[in-house]
């Protein structure tokens, strides 16, 4: 069974930076591939950014240029680097893999 744990939430100020990482265990993580998503109050869960078994990354418009998706699979975990953070990046952030969710981690930016 595939399980997902996401962390590095937390409150940040505008501008400024958090590393989400997201530890996979129950799957043969390095053949598939993670995605980040959030919710934030009131809106649709999107998508952030996708990264695939071969490495090839996609990024929601929004945040091009600002996070960056990665994943290290001899640690079965994926990560978000979110910099130049906007309040408008305030949401729960989820991390997918094989069709499975995290509970996911909290990102607040606010001064």
């Known amino acids: 069974q595939v399980q997902l744990v996401e962390s590095g939430g937390g409150l940040v100020q505008p501008g400024g930076s958090l590393r989400l990482s997201c530890v996979a265990s129950?799957?043969?993580?390095?053949?598939?591939?993670v995605g980040w998503y959030r919710q934030a109050p009131g809106k649709e869960r999107e998508m952030v950014a996708v990264?695939?078994?071969?490495?090839?990354?996609n990024y929601a418009d929004s945040v091009k240029g600002r996070f960056t998706i990665s994943r290290d699979n001899a640690k079965n975990t994926g990560y978000l680097q979110m910099n130049s953070l906007k309040p408008e990046d305030t949401a729960v952030y989820y991390c997918?893999?094989?069709?499975?969710w995290g509970r996911g981690t909290l990102v607040t930016v606010s001064s």
């Open positions: 997918s893999h094989l069709g499975v």
């Open positions: 129950g799957s043969r993580f390095r053949v598939y591939s």
């Open positions: 990264i695939t078994d071969l490495g090839y990354t």
